[in-house]
């Protein structure tokens, strides 16, 4: 699974989801940390939303050759992943990959994420993303692993 947690809410679902069905995380840490104020967050998050920024990373993943499916997990900012996570994205190959998007949310669902995700996860087959309220997030085990399992097993 790709994950950035930005909040514990996307960790608690890449765990679950992890427990569910096994597999490996990767976390997206940007190098350049931001704002701990909510409002000055996300007015910077809506500012690499318009500029389309591509945030350096801490680490990045080279390879997701030894997976078949692909959990990508994230919380919800301004309607998409946050743009840390595309600049890890578009360094890998999703040719014959499975890809699957899950988004933590305090009300905007799965936004454009799932698009999102298929114009950058090129070759890829695209399971039916969810959607998980973030103040749920620790009450959502059995939704999630029912969910991740379903894909995994379809």
Not at 106 to 131: P, Q, V
Request: proline share 2%; with cysteine; charged share 25%.
């Amino acid at each position: 699974m790709i994950f950035n947690r930005s909040g514990i809410n996307t960790e608690i679902c890449a765990e679950f989801i992890q427990k569910a069905v096994g597999g490996d995380l990767f976390e997206i840490e940007t190098v350049r940390t931001y704002d701990t104020d909510y409002m000055k967050c996300i007015e910077e998050a809506k500012a690499e939303l318009r500029t389309k920024a591509r945030p350096e990373l801490k680490q990045y993943l080279d390879s997701i050759n030894e997976y078949d499916n692909i959990f990508v997990c994230g919380p919800c900012w301004w309607g998409t992943f946050p743009m840390g996570m595309f600049t890890q994205l578009e360094k890998l190959n999703f040719g014959g990959k499975r890809v699957v998007a899950l988004m933590t949310h305090e009300g905007s669902g799965l936004g454009s994420c799932e698009r999102d995700l298929k114009k950058i996860c090129k070759g890829a087959d695209f399971g039916k993303g969810l959607a998980v309220h973030g103040g749920s997030s620790a009450q959502s085990e059995t939704t999630v692993a029912n969910w991740a399992k379903a894909f995994v097993n379809g």
